[in-house]
């Protein structure tokens, strides 16, 4: 069974910064595809972030420079920083996973390549 559960929302003034984490197994963050979503009420699910898997990263074009994602395999954590974060940024941010097959490189941002997903957390900017 695939958990993934999501921390570190909440509120913060534009400009300012939140650190996101999806706690996982050791088992999904070895051989799973991995990436951050979010969603705003009445709109499609957006990739934000995801990993390839020689460490390579993606990003939605409006949260480059600005987001990192990162994972750590002590904590086995898929992480998201948001710096300089904006009002657009406003969303419920989700953690997905699905598994990768053989010699895949991940690193899709296309909702439907993920079936796995967290809970979500809010993220609120305000100006």
């Known amino acids: 069974q695939v958990t993934l559960v999501e921390s570190g929302g909440g509120s913060v003034e534009a400009g300012g910064s939140l650190r996101l984490s999806c706690a996982t197994s050791?088992?999904?963050?070895?051989?799973?595809?991995m990436a951050w979503f979010r969603q705003v009420p009445g709109k499609s699910r957006e990739g934000v972030a995801a990993?390839?898997?020689?460490?390579?990263?993606n990003y939605l074009d409006s949260v480059k420079g600005r987001f990192t994602i990162s994972q750590d395999t002590v904590k086995n954590t898929l992480d998201l920083q948001m710096n300089s974060l904006e009002r657009d940024d406003t969303a419920v941010y989700y953690c997905a996973a699905d598994y990768a097959v053989s010699g895949e490189p991940c690193g899709s941002l296309y909702v439907f390549r993920y079936v796995e997903w967290g809970q979500g957390t809010q993220v609120t900017v305000s100006s």
């Open positions: 050791n088992y999904v963050q070895s051989r799973y595809c």
């Open positions: 990993m390839f898997r020689d460490g390579n990263t």
